[in-house]
């Protein structure tokens, strides 16, 4: 099997590390438009070589499209020409809703939408890592409207990196990912600018501690794709962030009246979300 990657940063890099490591896979062509990101992805050794997208698709049995959304799109229907062949086109983009619209129906066969729950705040083919993908949750969004042969390809990768198999609808997707994965990074980017407005950079390195850092960890994440995310996200990150918003206000007021019984039990029922992680 020939493998083509889009996009060669920290999503795409790690696939492909993963990708290596697969009896059935006989070699892994990359695709990106950022020459850094070529000599960094040659040097390491994640792909044999790049190519133009319309090489890759004459060329690869399956493609990963490892990019910002709207540009998975913007692939999508530059597709067309995959119509009724076997050809494999996985998408791992952090929405799903508007990408699974936007494919023309006559390749929807040759497409399976994909969301590994997995990354760091680091990006490019720099921050590609061994083991990014393993024992990790992949969502496959609509999966019946796939090809059987798309379908079972997919399933084969995903399993054969290790990692575990949910599916769900589009829309489903996109609310569960703005609350556990898209409100968390729009928050960590407006603690950040909190906090360079009010604090001297000496004052934030003498200070800040691990928990900070880590709150904070995911403003490291890139704009470009982020913007994309809320963009195509924009209601559901919207409703989530409302919500937030009605959690902090609860803790102010309790703050504002000195009520520390309220605020404690506020505390306390938020110790329960890790009796789900234990």
């Known amino acids: 099997m020939k493998i083509g990657i889009v996009g060669l940063g920290l999503m795409g890099g790690s696939m492909a590390l993963a990708l290596k490591h697969l009896s059935f896979i006989s070699s892994i062509i990359g695709c990106d438009h950022n020459e850094e990101h070529q000599v960094v992805a040659l040097k390491r050794g994640l792909v044999e070589s790049f190519m133009s997208f319309e090489e890759l698709k004459h060329q690869c049995d399956v493609i990963f499209l490892a990019i910002p959304v709207d540009g998975v799109i913007e692939f999508l229907q530059s597709s067309t020409d995959l119509a009724g062949s076997d050809k494999t086109l996985i998408d791992l983009g952090s929405t799903k809703a508007l990408i699974v619209e936007a494919i023309p129906p006559s390749i929807r066969a040759n497409i399976v939408a994909a969301h ?51 599916t769900m609808g589009a829309a489903q997707h996109d609310r569960h990912a703005a609350f556990i994965s898209h409100m968390p990074h729009i928050i960590s980017y407006a603690l950040a600018n909190t906090v360079l407005a009010q604090e001297e950079k000496e004052n934030i390195l003498t200070l800040a501690a691990g928990g900070f850092r880590s709150m904070s960890r995911l403003a490291k994440s890139s704009p470009a794709m982020w913007e994309d995310i ?14 937030f918003e009605r959690e902090l206000q609860t803790l102010k007021t309790a703050l504002q009246n000195e009520d520390y019984p309220e605020l404690r039990r506020e505390m306390k029922a938020a110790n329960k979300l890790y009796e789900i992680f234990t």
């Open 116 to 166: 590994p729950m997995t990354g760091t705040e680091q990006f490019g083919p720099s921050a590609a890592l061994e083991g990014l993908y393993a024992d990790k949750v992949v969502v496959l969004c609509d999966l019946e409207h796939s090809g059987d042969t798309q379908r079972d390809t997919a399933l084969r990768i995903f399993r054969s990196i290790g990692m575990q198999i949910r």
């Open 230 to 243: 809320f963009r195509q996200n924009r209601e559901n990150v919207l409703n989530a962030v409302e919500l």
